[in-house]
């Protein structure tokens, strides 16, 4: 399957898009195209399970996918009370806890559907607090929001614990005197399927988390930073695009950002340019991991529709598969964009983009962006365009460019940078950010 099918029949829908699109990224077709490479292979995998081969019906599954192989702490049963509120908790293994933690935590909370944008639903996460007696007025709060695991609820953070390099960078916060509350995200270890890279329901479940540890009898403060990696990136860019009208009454000063993934309508128009279609691509595990977003919102969508039979047991397999490890195998199975898609989800995944969307880029917080040069999964132009477009709508935005570093390696090396970042933000110092002389 050619990547050109997905770009045309998008080109008519598409068109009045473009002028905002130009204001956005600066009219920068490098950008648009950089921006397309992550995004088809994000688009291009949710329907990845057939059914019939389960021997379930097709909407039961979709709604389910990863769900199970966690603790009974994850179930919950009675009545889920308003958002914010904490339902459980549970200590935490060493397995499971972060380096230099004093207490580590498990937590069940309520929050609030935001895929459909009503109704309760439960989710999971952790507190970690430092050594030591705490301030006065109680540890400073980072949020901090993960990057890509999968949509398995046996992937998720509280579940698995953080792979070395987050765990190197979450003690480093908790060194500084940070106490640290982390979601799973809506899905990820609770009842349903993981909504992927949809930004309404991860900011959710971030400021329920908030609320939650907020009213219960932890020593931590009113002032809260955010903080992500990729997925995460874009969940706490999110979280602060949501805030003031869901959850108005949380003090936040900032958020801090690595690895930002940023889709404007425009960047599927120049996808063909962007992507080999023959040579293997380990990052199809995005795209397989994205059709399951399809599936939930669209009931008509199905995967095998899309998906060659080649490449249907491995896209499927994102039900079980963590995403570390599907990389090793989508290159073992030697599988490219040509031979894994016969049709391109065109239509659908319209709908799915309007989800991965943030809410404003006029946030009235300051963002610091770090951002990797070598970095393949959310290239160096993709998140130019996001701090041009943030720029362009007032908000105050600090970047910077690490030369050598790419995707993950860029989250510690800016760390040194970020800290001071957010020990500015939290003692209410003016933060001017470089919007005016950008390094991009």
Known sequence: MALQSLAAPLAAGLQPWKTWVKAQSGGSRAVKRTILSFLAAVCLSACALDPQTHGLPEMDMRHTLGDGGVSDFYSYSGPIPSP???????????????????????????STDGLADTGPVVVSGALFLPSGPPPRDGWPLLLWSHGTVGIADK??????????FHDQHLSQWLAQGYAIVASDYQGLETRGTHPYLATRPAAYSNLD??????????????????????????AAIATAGYAPDYAPELDIRAVIATGVPFFTPDALLAVQQARPRDVVDPMLGYNFLALTLIEQIDPSFTV??????SALPLARGVAEICNRDMRDKIT??????????????????????????????????????????????????????FVKAACGSGATVEAHLFEGYDHLTVLNRSQSMSKSFAARAFRGEGISGNCADLPF
């Open 84 to 110: 914010g509120q904490l339902l459980r908790t549970q200590a935490l293994t060493a397995r499971q806890s972060v380096p230099g933690a004093a207490e580590a935590i498990r937590l069940l909370y309520s």
């Open 209 to 234: 988390i908030l609320r939650a540890v907020q009213s219960a009898e932890f020593p931590v403060s009113e002032r809260i930073v955010l903080a992500g990696q990729s997925q995460g990136a874009g």
């Open 332 to 385: 073992e199975a030697g599988l490219t964009y040509d031979t894994t898609f016969r049709v391109a989800p065109t239509e659908p995944l319209r709908q799915a983009f309007e989800h991965m969307q943030f809410p404003t880029l006029s946030l009235s917080v300051p963002i610091f962006v770090g951002v990797g040069a070598d970095d393949r999964d959310t290239p160096p132009r993709m998140q130019a365009g």
């Open 155 to 164: 992937c998720a953070p509280s579940w698995t614990g953080y792979v070395p």
């Open 304 to 309: 095998a529709s899309y998906v060659s039979p």
